[in-house]
């Protein structure tokens, strides 16, 4: 098993740019969430979701879109890049429940 | 909304010092789990603990609960260079959400 895949590893982006990021796992979990890294701040939630069709706002979602059509699937869409959005973005996903969360490697987000 | 405070933001030790690292919710927590991220890597959970007042060990690893499950503890014992790295905590709430503290960043010198 592949486990959570995010895709890019690295993306370089201007100011207003638009993109998304890429996370597919392939273990049939229900739970999918965002997160965004920076220094001294450790990982802030942007959105989660809990099943398809279902998601939710964290700590932190202004500027970022998301939707679950699929279970496998939760890409996560900033509209209109701005340099605050710098950061690393971790994918993260767990089976229903108060279970343990398996990452992704990580997508790193410069915005110039 | 629910908050998780995480001290010390870091810690650098001797190689056979003992370290500790201490998490605070501002909310009684359903669960509390523990990640560890390697410099350049990304959080991988090392454990979880539910019931009030529990411990559980790994080899040199003691986790420890609160009785009113609103605070957690790591700590390690004799730390080896193999222990570097960011330790999380993070706590459950509510259904779904997965709250983290600041981590805590370990550097052992050898």
């Known amino acids: 098993n592949a486990g959570v895949t995010q895709t890019p590893k690295f993306q370089v982006l201007k100011t207003g740019q638009s993109m998304t990021l890429q996370c597919a796992q392939d273990?049939?979990?229900?739970?999918m969430s965002w997160y965004r890294q920076d220094p001294g701040m450790g990982l802030r939630l942007i959105h989660y979701?809990?099943?398809?069709?279902?998601?939710d706002q964290g700590e932190v979602p202004n500027g970022y879109n998301v939707s679950r059509s699929t279970t496998e699937d939760f890409p996560l869409r900033l509209l209109s890049a701005a340099p605050s959005q710098t950061s690393v973005y971790f994918c993260?996903?767990?089976?229903?429940?108060?279970?343990?969360?398996?990452f992704g490697q990580g997508t790193r987000l410069t915005v110039v | 909304g629910q908050q998780v405070m995480q001290i010390p933001q870091y810690q650098h030790v001797q190689e056979g010092e003992d370290f500790t690292t201490y998490c605070n919710s501002s909310?009684?927590?359903?669960?509390i789990q523990w990640y560890k991220q390697r410099p350049g890597g990304h959080p991988v959970f090392l454990i979880q603990?539910?019931?009030?007042?529990e411990v559980k060990k790994q080899k040199r690893l003691t986790f420890q609960f609160g009785e009113a499950k609103k605070n957690s503890s790591l700590h390690i014992t004799a730390t080896q260079t193999t222990d570097v790295g960011t330790y999380f905590c993070?706590?459950?709430?509510?259904?779904?959400?997965?709250?983290f503290g600041q981590g805590t960043i370990l550097t052992v010198h050898p």
């Open positions: 993260a996903s767990n089976p229903r429940g108060n279970t343990e969360a398996f």
């Open positions: 273990m049939n979990h229900e739970y």
């Open positions: 979701s809990v099943g398809a069709g279902i998601t």
């Open positions: 909310t009684t927590l359903s669960n």
């Open positions: 603990l539910v019931k009030s007042g």
């Open positions: 993070a706590g459950r709430a509510s259904y779904g959400k997965l709250t």
